[in-house]
């Protein structure tokens, strides 16, 4: 599906984000895995979470969708072998953590996926679980994976070189079936969703600065999850916000856990002008409204130490930065390049079609931001949400039409997407 947008005169209204892809997954994952009947309000219907969904009825889970909540019989913490085998999509989450849950099984099970899955790196995973005692077959790292469960698991203490809460909640999971207390630790904390909700299912878990350890489980108890809007989705709309002049927009229900809110500590130190009104909690997880205004930025540099808290939101960010003052430079963002697409050669070639300057760097960019102004273009989105929903935010300051290929794959996380930056573009 082609998309062709032109120019807005200014951003407006109020929009509520649709709920947070993580935690959807988790809550859903979580629940199956639990004893008894758990409510998920808010959940997120995107592709991505309705492939979890699907793994999850394979396994035994009795999934009902009422509206916008879903009602889950779990099915325990021992799953049904699935009778065929699982396929992922184009989700990572789903494939990482399920490994994590796979390895603690006593049958064996295949997880396929799409052709940019089937890219992706899944060593990182293989690694800590073949420890743990998984025997996990692949293609040279990559999909399919083939994994025989092991039960017990052997508890492990694992350091990890990369902060990813996939790898680090494959491990958790995998230590609810552990012999002994596992301990996960990582250079930068990356997003605690796990963490957070293991202890609200009743698992134990204790969490230090940057180490997480979980403890085997005999029953995980069955809950009522309300499911905040997705701040990683929020940020396109941030975005066009604050480089669309004269724009005043308010995003209510974001999830704003302080794990994930790197794009907003990032964006005030460029001076935008960004408030957080009615902080709540949401199901253990704070929650607010953003209202964003169009301001006149300045370049900053970011690195690996705040990356792993905006991991999702550095597409977008280039954008922004190309609109700030001065010169951007973004390093440590190495992961990008194993996403849905190589986002950093994505944005590098996409957003220099439409007349930014950027130069790629191995692990991110070096943006100049004074003054280029953004043409349309015909441009690619290389089937990745991010990319598209980047591009759309471009095109929304570019001089005449821009045209966005494959804009399907906004259904991986805001099916909405389009209409909901309609009702906000005058
Ligand atoms: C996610 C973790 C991040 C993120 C992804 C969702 C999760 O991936 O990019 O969109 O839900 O755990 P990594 O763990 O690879 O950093």
Known sequence: MEIKLNKACKIEGTVEIPADKSITHRAVMLSSLASGGSVIKNYLPSDDCLRTIAAFEQMGAKIKTEGSALYIDGAGLKLQKPQKEIYAGNSGTTTRLLCGILAGQNFESVITGDESLSKRPMQ????????????INSNSGKLPLVIKGASPLKAIKY???????????????????ANAATTYSEPVKSRDHSERMFQAYGAKVEVAANSVTVYPAEKLNAQNITVPGDISSAAFFIAAALIVPNSKLTITNVGINPTRDGILEVLKKMGADISIENIRDVSGEPVADIIVRYSKLKAVNIGADIIPRMVDEVPVFALIAAHAEGITKITGAKELRVKESDRISAIKGQLSKMGAHIEELEDGFIIEGNGAELSGATVNSFY?????MTLAVASLVANGETVIKDCECVDISFPSFFEVLKKICR
Request: charged share 20%; hydrophobic share 40%.
């Open 384 to 388: 990745d949400h991010r990319i598209a």
């Open 124 to 135: 990182r995973v293989i690694e800590p679980l073949s420890q743990m005692g998984a025997k």
């Open 159 to 177: 350091t990890s070189d990369k902060s990813s809460a996939q790898v680090k909640s494959a491990v958790l999971f995998a230590g609810l079936y």
